[in-house]
């Protein structure tokens, strides 16, 4: 019985260790005040499964700030790449591919925006008045979404991602890694 349980806490803290990249990008980086616990310690090795549970929420609310930033010139320019794409992907890994670009790129006009208030910490600008795009996978059901974003975060270093993003930079370098002109 402890065998079990051991090895259910083991899995749950390999969890944590895959969650951490897709946090730190959509929670600490965009707003620490997302998170219950900003130095990302806290029962991590007492609770894994509550710390799990709360990343989990907490990236969520992360992405929903994020969205506000996601572009729909760079989330056509993504999808487009990751469909030509001749790499042997399922539909769920292609859209956590997808969902990791349109997030590294909301992401990098998030920071964009607030390198131009000069302050080293400023709460996040305002997003821009553009229409709020759906991130693929909003739609998961609260049982699979532990997964959904366990995928997300697997693929933020993806080269289909990388090579998304760059596609991007090259496509649209008026507007790769700036805000849109109503957030300047």
Same mark, same amino acid.
């Given at each position: 019985? +402890?065998?079990?349980?051991?090895?259910?806490?083991?899995?749950?803290? %390999?969890?944590?260790?895959?969650?951490? $990249?897709?946090?730190?990008?959509?929670?600490?980086?965009?707003?620490?005040?997302?998170?219950?616990?900003?130095?990302?310690?806290?029962?991590?090795?007492?609770?894994?499964?509550? !710390?799990?549970?709360?990343?989990?929420?907490?990236?969520?609310?992360?992405?929903?700030?994020?969205?506000?930033?996601?572009?729909?010139? #760079?989330?056509? @320019?993504?999808?487009?790449?990751?469909?030509?794409?001749?790499?042997?992907?399922?539909?769920?890994?292609?859209? #956590?591919?997808?969902?990791?670009?349109?997030?590294?790129?909301? &992401?990098?006009?998030?920071?964009?925006?607030?390198? +131009?208030?000069?302050?080293?910490?400023?709460? $996040?600008?305002?997003?821009?008045?553009? @229409?709020?795009?759906?991130?693929?996978?909003?739609? !998961?059901?609260?049982? /699979?979404?532990? #997964?959904?974003?366990?995928?997300?975060?697997? &693929?933020?270093?993806?080269?289909? @991602? /990388?090579?998304?993003?760059?596609?991007? %930079? !090259? @496509?649209?370098?008026? +507007?790769?890694?700036?805000?849109?002109?109503?957030? %300047?």
């Amino acid at each position: 019985m +402890t065998g079990a349980a051991v090895s259910a806490w083991l899995r749950e803290r %390999r969890g944590l260790k895959a969650f951490r $990249p897709l946090w730190q990008l959509a929670v600490l980086n965009v707003d620490d005040r997302l998170a219950l616990d900003p130095s990302g310690a806290g029962l991590r090795l007492v609770s894994v499964r509550f !710390t799990l549970h709360r990343w989990v929420v907490e990236i969520l609310d992360g992405m929903r700030v994020l969205r506000a930033w996601s572009s729909p010139e #760079a989330a056509k @320019t993504i999808r487009r790449h990751a469909h030509a794409s001749p790499l042997p992907l399922s539909a769920a890994e292609r859209q #956590a591919v997808m969902t990791a670009a349109v997030l590294r790129d909301a &992401h990098l006009r998030l920071q964009a925006a607030r390198g +131009t208030e000069g302050s080293s910490r400023p709460p $996040p600008p305002l997003p821009p008045d553009a @229409t709020v795009l759906a991130l693929l996978g909003e739609d !998961t059901a609260a049982a /699979d979404e532990r #997964a959904r974003l366990l995928l997300v975060a697997a &693929h933020l270093n993806h080269p289909l @991602t /990388d090579s998304s993003l760059a596609e991007l %930079r !090259t @496509t649209s370098p008026s +507007t790769a890694g700036r805000p849109p002109a109503s957030a %300047r």
